[in-house]
């Protein structure tokens, strides 16, 4: 009895605690994914457009 009444104090908590962890480190990753899509975005619209070469084939 005493060890499952242990086992559960110590079990429960931590269950929280992690949850919690959890919750925050994909908050952290969802933002820096954020970030890193509008970068890409902010780079590609600043590149210049790209001239398309036409080819002529010889006769």
């Known amino acids: 009895m005493n060890t ?3 086992g559960l104090m110590a ?8 949850t919690f962890l959890q ?3 994909t908050e952290i990753v ?3 994914e954020m970030a890193s899509v509008k970068f890409v975005n902010l780079i590609r ?3 210049p457009k790209e001239v ?3 080819v ?3 006769r």
């Not at 079990?11 to 992690?18: G, H, N, T």
């Open 23 to 25: 919750t925050k480190t």
């Open 45 to 47: 619209a600043a590149r």
């Open 4 to 6: 499952t009444a242990f």
């Open 56 to 58: 002529v084939k010889p």
């Open 11 to 18: 079990a429960i908590p931590l269950l929280l605690m992690f």
């Open 30 to 32: 969802d933002s820096i």
């Open 52 to 54: 398309k070469k036409t």
